[in-house]
């Protein structure tokens, strides 16, 4: 709650002045009530007395002050509403903005790790229902407390002391007993929810990427099944937070209906001794009858604030989340070619993370997305439990790429390649479980100690599977140099290879690439992200699986591109490609984990090793 109040101070005051509308618009609604009660009392007293209706005048007054009442209260309620909402959307673009910066220091590594659906419901309808707190709880429960004792001073003042006395107890039972029935299970459920929520935002993220597999592979049913399971646990983890909500409603109508009845009761004495007046009373009755509907503001507390609160920790885990690893202080020098070296390099994935990985297809039922962070579910418990514990993807490797050489990493599906090329970008994930022993070395330097910022403007990676924005093409080969000129980003696309196709598109380079470049091939969308890498000129260049989709042909075309636009960069090269890899300076043969032949390809061919093995595998 204080850091909530902390990251909103900005909004603080238009939420101070929606308190103040909303709490004269109550008051105004009871004096309404109030009025008209007083005058209908005070026209039936009249009219047992005498026979007669009262005087027009006087009903012309009333009728006047409740008119100007009603629209007193009316432009309250607008305003209340207005600046609600505006410091509700204020405020969920604050919050925005802070989930946004924290996490920055965790990236990449923490959408390596994580489970984007869970980060995208933290980031989304988490703090969307945070919106709730400001529009439709703080005010409420501030009037909850200040309407009803400013009602009843002037019930005292109007009737008497005993008729206030009397129902002080209802309302704090209204106001304190109330709102505490099943608080804390109400937030627990709450809590549990907002993980069931993330699950099923997660699964039906899942399911609209993986649409085509699924149609395809006719599994429509089981996917709706999983779906119905995990609505259910949200339905049933909400269930106990309904529940007593419910009983809060009751208990709360109950105790405000009983009020005015309460009023009478204790007022009528005072009528029959004479110094109160049937009017009078009747005015007390029908304010306090009014105060029962603000009264439920605070038990509307609870139930609206509970999810809240929920979400507001959810937001609150990630932007307090530990940065595992701080920004070094050191930097590369620019405008030189770099040379890396592994130093004994051991890796282990985080345990959560495989087991998340493994079950991420089959609508798993919740779990932590914060690398390092225990999940809280008991989903999360059980799956850390079965988690076996993750064999080392690196095993004690030690090799060199040398500065301005050509260094392929050949192996099998799963030996270590991509894990290699990770470790020098540290976008490895962190987690319960990892473990990096060894160094990673640019220049003699450890990447841990250098500066984000040098780091990625000496190197740059082209993943596997990179991601193209919904964007035009120029825009998304731009993301590194966003300043670059159209002709330096149609050089770039040239060397990568892909200028001419680029061309036959609709729109040429302004043609929109469509959701993470769904209208484009696979092979000119690994092009478009290395177009997009040389942009930014690095001086060295990690490839993972540049050439996957390509044709011989391609890939030659390709490889002497890049190394025409870089000519002096350091150049990683990951790769299946075992027959294209002889063209490099330098092989490197990894086999589960470990280096087992590395050295010039026109030497390793010659001998009956590993690469021979892999060459005649295909
Ligand atoms: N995010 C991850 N979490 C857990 N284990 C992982 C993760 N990524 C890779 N691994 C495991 O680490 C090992 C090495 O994977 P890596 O991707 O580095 O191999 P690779 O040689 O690049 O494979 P491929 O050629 O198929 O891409 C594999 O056993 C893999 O299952």
Redesign the pocket.
């Known amino acids: 709650m204080r850091w909530l109040l902390e990251v909103t101070r900005p909004v603080l005051r238009p939420l101070l002045g929606s308190v103040v509308c909303r709490v004269v618009s109550l008051l105004a609604g009871a004096a309404l009530l109030a009025l008209g009660a007083y005058a209908v009392a005070d026209a039936a007293v009249h009219l047992s007395r005498t026979g007669a209706p009262g005087a027009l005048r006087s009903a012309w007054a009333i009728v006047s002050a409740m008119a100007v009442l009603a629209l007193l209260k009316a432009a309250l309620r607008y305003a209340e509403q207005f600046l609600g909402h505006l410091v509700a959307f204020r405020a969920l673009e604050l919050l925005r903005a802070e989930l946004f910066r924290a996490l920055l220091p965790r990236a990449p590594r923490l959408s ?1 790790g994580s489970r984007s659906g869970d980060l995208l419901a933290r980031a989304t309808k988490d703090i969307d229902r945070i919106e709730v707190f400001f529009a439709h709880t703080l005010a409420p429960a501030v009037s909850a407390l200040v309407v009803p004792a400013a009602v009843l001073v002037v019930v005292s003042a109007t009737t008497s002391w005993v008729v206030a006395l009397a129902v002080l107890p209802l309302l704090a039972a209204q106001l304190v007993l109330v709102p505490a029935l099943g608080a804390r299970a109400s937030v627990r459920a709450s809590r549990a929810a907002s993980r069931q929520r993330a699950a099923l935002t997660h699964h039906v993220k899942d399911t609209v990427q993986a649409m085509g597999d699924i149609v395809g592979y006719g599994r429509e049913r089981q996917r709706l099944e999983q779906l119905a399971a995990l609505d259910a646990n949200v339905a049933s983890a909400l269930r106990p937070s309904t529940t007593w909500a419910s009983l809060r409603r009751g208990a709360s109508q109950v105790l405000g209906l009983a009020a005015p009845v309460v009023v009478v009761a204790a007022g009528a004495g005072n009528v029959d001794s004479g110094s109160v007046s049937v009017p009078a009373l009747a005015a007390a009755a029908a304010a306090v009858l009014r105060l029962s509907g603000t009264a439920q503001g605070a038990e509307a507390l609870v139930s609206a604030l509970a999810p809240a609160l929920a979400s507001a920790e959810r937001v609150w885990e990630v932007v307090h989340a530990p940065v595992e690893r701080h920004d070094g202080t050191r930097e590369l020098s620019s405008g030189i070619s770099h040379e890396v070296l592994w130093q004994g390099v051991s890796y282990t ?1 985080p345990a959560a ?2 087991a998340l ?1 493994s079950t991420s297809g089959s609508g798993s039922l919740g779990g932590s997305v914060l690398p390092g962070r225990a999940a809280p579910t008991a989903d999360a418990g059980r799956m850390s439990r079965a988690a076996p514990a ?1 064999a080392p ?1 690196l095993n004690d490797v030690s090799l060199r790429a040398r500065a301005g050489r050509w260094t392929c990493v050949v ?1 099998a ?7 290699l090329a990770m470790l020098v970008l540290r976008c490895e ?1 962190l987690g319960p479980g990892s473990a990096q022993t060894g160094r990673v070395l640019i220049d003699g330097i450890d990447v841990r100690d250098l500066r984000t910022d040098s780091l990625y403007q000496e190197v740059a990676l082209v993943p ?1 599977h990179a991601h193209l924005f919904r964007a035009c093409v120029a825009d998304n080969v731009r993301l590194a140099a966003p300043s670059a000129s159209d002709e330096e980003v149609r050089e770039a696309c040239r060397a990568a290879g892909v200028h001419e196709e680029v061309e036959a598109l609709p729109h040429g380079y302004d043609t929109l690439v469509g959701e993470r470049g769904e209208t484009l091939s696979g092979g000119q969308r690994q092009r478009l992200a290395l177009a997009r890498a040389l942009l930014a000129r690095p001086n060295l260049l990690v490839l993972d ?1 540049l050439s996957s989709h390509l044709d011989p042909q391609t890939q030659a075309r390709v490889r002497a591109g890049i190394r025409r636009y870089l000519p002096e960069a350091t150049v990683v090269e ?1 790769t ?1 490609q075992v027959r294209q890899s002889v063209q490099a300076d330098h092989v490197v043969v ?1 086999d589960a984990g470990k280096v087992v032949q590395e050295g010039s390809p026109s030497v390793l061919l010659e001998v009956d090793g590993p690469l021979r093995t892999l060459l005649a595998r295909g």
């Not at 599906?413 to 894990?419: H, V």
């Open positions: 390596a994935y993370c495989a990985d993750a993807a192996g599906s799963g030996s270590g390649k991509s894990t994930p596997q699986e990951i299946h990894l």
